[in-house]
């Protein structure tokens, strides 16, 4: 069964870890290109390329999980002016864009070096950036500006038409399904969707949507799940075949300090769809970076209903 996913980082990776557990499911992942924030902000900005952090984000993520160039690839400075904060695997990912000419050829490159269960593809190889008009009236150019922005988005768009890449576009079209997310939906999901020829050959496949864990601030404030899937179907033009939502109770102490940054969670509640697939997906993950528990679907769990939902939906 050939899968394609499509989203940003660390939504769509934790998927994949899950996903390429299965030999009979084949991985192809799209990822948007619209990342400024960060390391890749910086690496867009200064060697005028595509972010790169989305894209090794979900290489390392189809990598033997024990890999030791997966970890290199992974490794993050936290020391120096220059380095600090810079992912080693983005820079390497710089270099090997200077190296073969192209960004698109250098994941391949380096997911052959890395000898990935699947494969990684960037939506489009033009260097595009988000534009949101906000409920204030105002425009705002950029993904962190957006986010920053912190006021209701009415609607998103690209600052400027862009081609797909054509590999992304063979791989959808063989593709037995399709799956958007989980992640930021406007800034990790809809980027996708807003290439219009990857939005029309989606839209001949069938669709599963993930929905998120938790709101994002800034981005889907108080939105429910219904709310979610109303505004991807606004950009997609269609509606998706199935919903997938977690069910499982946060503990007390992570939802009251999500909530304290303005996040709540994703739930079913009154919306009632025939679409919905409920189940238990969380996972708790420690961050490296201060050592709290972070809220994030199992990547097991949620594979394992990906893959039997797709393979209910092949059978159609």
Not at 35 to 56: A, C, K, V, Y
Not at 146 to 161: G, R
Request: neutral net charge; glycine residues 6%; proline residues 4%.
């Amino acid at each position: 069964m050939n899968v394609v996913a499509l989203g940003g980082g660390t939504g769509l990776s934790t998927l994949l870890k899950g996903l390429k557990l299965f030999s009979d499911v084949s991985i192809t992942a799209i990822v948007t290109v619209t990342d400024e924030g960060g390391s890749s902000g910086i690496i867009r900005e200064e060697l005028n390329i595509l972010p790169p952090g989305d894209i090794r984000n979900n290489i390392v993520a189809l990598a033997e999980d024990e890999s030791l160039m997966a970890k290199v690839m992974s490794y993050r400075f936290n020391e120096g002016k220059t380095f600090k904060n810079h992912s080693l695997g983005n820079l390497v990912i710089a270099a090997l864009t200077k190296i073969t000419g192209g960004f698109a050829t250098a994941i391949e490159r380096l997911s052959d070096t890395l000898a990935i269960k699947g494969t990684v593809l960037p939506v489009t190889e033009d260097t595009v950036r988000l534009v949101a008009k906000m409920s204030n009236g105002k425009s705002v150019v950029g993904e962190m500006n957006i986010v920053k922005a912190n006021k209701k988005i009415v609607h998103i768009t690209l600052d400027k038409e862009a081609k797909a890449y054509p590999r992304a576009i063979e791989a959808i079209i063989k593709s037995d399904v399709a799956v958007l997310g989980p992640g930021s939906l406007y800034t990790s999901i809809i980027p996708n969707v807003l290439v219009d020829e990857v939005r029309e050959k989606l839209n001949e496949k069938p669709r599963i949507f993930i929905a998120n864990l938790m709101t994002q601030p800034g981005e889907t404030d108080d939105f429910t799940l219904e709310d979610h899937v109303r505004v991807l179907e606004k950009y997609l033009k269609k509606p998706v075949e199935k919903i997938i939502v977690n069910n499982e109770k946060v503990p007390l102490d992570i939802l009251e300090r999500y909530r304290k940054k303005g996040a709540n969670v994703v739930l079913k509640n009154n919306f009632n769809d025939d679409r919905i697939v409920e189940a238990p997906l969380i996972s708790l993950e420690i961050d490296p970076n201060d050592g709290s528990e972070k809220l994030r679907h199992d990547p097991v769990k949620l594979a394992n209903l990906v893959r039997k939902i797709a393979l209910e939906l092949v059978k159609k």
